[in-house]
């Protein structure tokens, strides 16, 4: 969303930007890659009006209905009829507009008695801003907003990207012209995709230390961690075959696959590894005997794990729009790293784990496995043992449990979406029906103050007010009366805040 308001040197008004935005600033926004529509709202269009004289109105015997007829009368584009011709049929448009105002101004109006009164003679013929029935205000600042939309088929962070490099040429273009940016999606699409992709990275080195202290072996720790990148190549892949990008809801599915892309990856290098040690197998004989020995085993994991998924794929509704991307990605995560398990590990598993070959970090793995393993290892066996010793008690407990679960239920709450800080939070406002245009912008004002008081200005990034509406823009909400306006405000990320969004809005 750009705001645009005229240069301190360049004597416009907010009409004639309006002009100008509406004509060659559009055109020139429209030739940005990704850009389909470009919508102008706030206000101030330019019409013709025509200031009636009532000594002159009442020396003719005229009155404003008589004018503003023959005003409509000649100033009318109407299709006539059609023409044939050479096997073609074309469309007779009558077209009497006025193309200036001294045109209008010589408009003749039918006098009572006989002759004609131009409308020059009538009153005077003037450029004006036709009736208010939308406002805008970006940045504290009345302006006239601009607002681009990208395709169906394309990127809003790559269309965001290719606005921003056309920002300085644009400024260039239109010095009579200030342009800054009072809204957008580029700064919580970066800011949202950098935390996750921090997230993963976090979660994979978390996952790979893991696996290395549970395995206690390092070679096998490395052959695991490089089925990683490679089942999240492919994953990839297939997202950008099947038109899904990188967004919240992709990546949080990237992020959960990472602990189950090990899984069949650690079962493949497992048996790989047992077979070379008790039946004394190498290369590819114990690559392909060791991975068919457990594939069945893990397609049938994979298959289950994926399963669970396909319910919420056709679930339908707002959960199915938000959720099936999540679901779909985890599926061809599950598939990837089946594919990777069974493919490239076993390739990897008989060069890499060597009978004999020295382990540098075998003694502080050998101590977590005394210290902590095996303790572990012996108190899941008791507990085992004790299970299967007494199945009646342990069938009753988890059927107690499950029973208290059930009775929980009603009392855990339901939300559709969970709260969440995203750093851009909106200001909803109404006046009494009827209220016209100055003293709405009076409060819009008095909101942009109110705003301002209740934030620290190093929080504050921008602000957009939108007040009303016009039939023709999508973006800005067709539907809204005049007496209605929203304010968005946007925040710096909540890491830069000592105060968190559900504060800031109590305190506005």
């Known amino acids: 969303m750009l705001a645009l308001t005229p240069n301190a040197n360049s004597g416009l008004d907010l009409s004639e930007v309006r002009r100008i935005a509406e004509n060659q600033f559009r055109d020139r926004l429209l030739r940005i890659p990704g850009v389909s529509e470009v919508e102008v709202f706030g206000g101030h269009q330019r019409r013709a009006q025509v200031g009636l004289d009532r000594v002159a109105l009442a020396a003719h015997h005229l009155n404003a209905v008589t004018v503003a007829s023959a005003l409509a009368a000649s100033n009318i584009t109407a299709p006539e009829g059609l023409v044939y011709r050479d096997g073609d049929r074309f469309l007779l448009t009558l077209n009497s507009l006025a193309h200036n105002l001294q045109q209008l101004a010589e408009v003749q109006v039918s006098v009572p008695g006989g002759g004609f009164a131009r409308i020059g003679d009538l009153g005077v013929v003037s450029w004006g801003d036709a009736d208010a029935t939308s406002i805008y205000r970006g940045n504290a600042q009345t302006a006239i907003a601009v607002s681009l939309l990208r395709g169906e088929a394309g990127y809003a962070a790559t269309t965001a990207y290719a606005i921003d490099a056309q920002l300085p040429k644009l400024r260039e273009a239109f010095p009579m012209l200030n342009i800054a940016q009072a809204d957008g999606q580029l700064r919580l699409i970066n800011l949202t995709v950098d935390n996750m992709l921090a997230a993963l990275r976090d979660a994979v080195i978390m996952t790979v230390l893991v696996i290395l202290l549970f395995l206690a072996d390092t070679r096998a720790a490395f052959i695991t961690a490089l089925s990683l990148p490679s089942t999240y190549l492919l994953t990839f892949l297939v997202m950008k075959l099947i038109g899904y990008e990188f967004d919240m809801v992709t990546l949080t599915a990237v992020i959960i696959a ?51 998924l396909l319910p919420i794929v056709f679930i339908g509704g707002f959960v199915q729009t938000v959720l099936r991307p999540l679901s779909v990605t985890l599926m061809v995560a599950l598939a990837a790293s089946f594919v990777v398990a069974v493919t490239i590990i076993p390739l990897l598993t008989p060069w890499v784990l060597k009978s004999g070959a020295r382990d540098p970090l075998r003694a502080p793995l050998k101590r977590f496995d005394t210290w902590i393993i095996k303790p572990l290892r012996h108190f899941y066996a008791v ?122 809005n109590l305190a506005i």
């Open 258 to 308: 990472v602990g189950l892309l090990a899984d069949d990856a650690i079962v493949v290098i497992e048996n790989i590894e047992r077979r070379m040690r008790e039946q004394g197998e190498s290369g590819l004989a114990v690559a392909a005997n060791g991975t068919q020995e457990v594939m069945l085993a893990v397609l049938s994991g994979t298959v289950a794990n994926a399963v669970v």
């Open 383 to 504: 507990v085992v043992e004790w299970a299967l010793n007494h199945p009646k008690r342990v069938l009753f407990v988890a059927l107690l449990l499950t029973l208290a679960s059930l009775i929980q239920m009603p009392v855990v709450g339901r939300e559709l979406m969970p709260l969440m800080d995203s750093g851009i939070t909106q200001v909803s406002f109404e006046a009494q029906p009827d209220t016209d245009d100055a003293n709405m912008q009076r409060i819009a004002v008095a909101v942009d103050a109110a705003i301002r008081a209740s934030i620290e200005p190093a929080w504050l990034v921008s602000t957009s007010t939108v007040i009303g509406a016009e039939p023709q823009d999508k973006s800005f909400g067709s539907a809204n009366i005049f007496q209605k306006g929203v304010t968005t405000v946007n925040l710096v990320d909540r890491f830069q805040r000592s105060k968190s969004i559900f504060d800031i």
